[in-house]
């Protein structure tokens, strides 16, 4: 089984944890948000990776830092698992020459401040680097049926971390702006796996892992596990 995670446009990570960036290029527009199994059927809401800026050769600014829940413990991630997921991307106009989607995957402690495992360094795993549409949103795909590149068995309370961004080409670029959607919809439909559709649905990203979550009971301070899709 696999484990679908899809993104809170508006809520911070829970508990307030907020880990360390990757090595981004910039991370002047990044900022933190869950995700989870279960959408939250909000707005969509657009990040902007770069606005108005100059921007050199290759480089990539960090859009948002997803965290999930916390973990149980004693589960096994390896190089066997493999990862996809679709977000839609919107440049501002052709010359802004933004052609790639990278990603950053790992694992951190359930407080935020110890980085357990990198699962995928920061780098661009789409299966293309045509440029971002023009004007409106269209998928991009920010991974395929990527191996993870790690093996790990989490701790208790150990929290996924996603980072997603976007990457200009080897021209750079004057002034330009560029955007990623987040969010759900209305929880009814998921991006397909393409880069030619523009409808608006759900972004999502997956791991070939069936994940076990800690959820709080508010009412007795204990911890119950929690399995993704029921």
Request: charged share 20%; proline share 4%; net charge negative.
């Amino acid at each position: 089984m696999s484990t679908r995670f899809y993104f809170r446009a508006y809520a911070p990570p829970s508990d307030g944890v907020a880990p360390a960036f990757a090595a981004w290029t910039r991370t002047d527009y990044g900022v933190r948000r869950e995700m989870s199994t279960v959408g939250d059927r909000q707005a969509i809401d657009t990040r902007y990776v770069w606005l108005g800026q100059d921007v050199g050769a290759n480089e990539s600014s960090l859009a948002t830092q997803y965290v999930s829940a916390p973990l149980a413990v004693g589960q096994s991630l390896t190089t066997a698992h493999t990862v996809k997921g679709v977000m839609q991307c919107i440049q501002q106009d052709a010359a802004s020459n933004v052609d790639r989607q990278p990603l950053c995957l790992k694992v951190v402690s359930r407080d935020g401040t110890a980085e357990r495992i990198t699962l995928l360094p920061l780098a661009h795993y789409g299966p293309s680097t045509a440029e971002w549409h023009t004007g409106t949103g269209q998928n991009r795909q920010l991974a395929d049926g990527d191996a993870l590149q790690a093996t790990y068995v989490t701790q208790r309370g150990d929290r996924l971390v996603l980072e997603m961004g976007g990457q200009v080409d080897a021209t750079g670029a004057t002034g330009m702006s560029a955007l990623m959607n987040n969010g759900n919809i209305f929880g009814t439909s998921d991006l397909a796996e393409n880069e030619v559709d523009t409808a608006a649905a759900d972004p999502w990203f997956e791991i070939s892992a069936d994940l076990t979550f800690l959820v709080p009971d508010d009412s007795s301070g204990c911890l119950f596990f929690w399995r993704a899709g029921g």
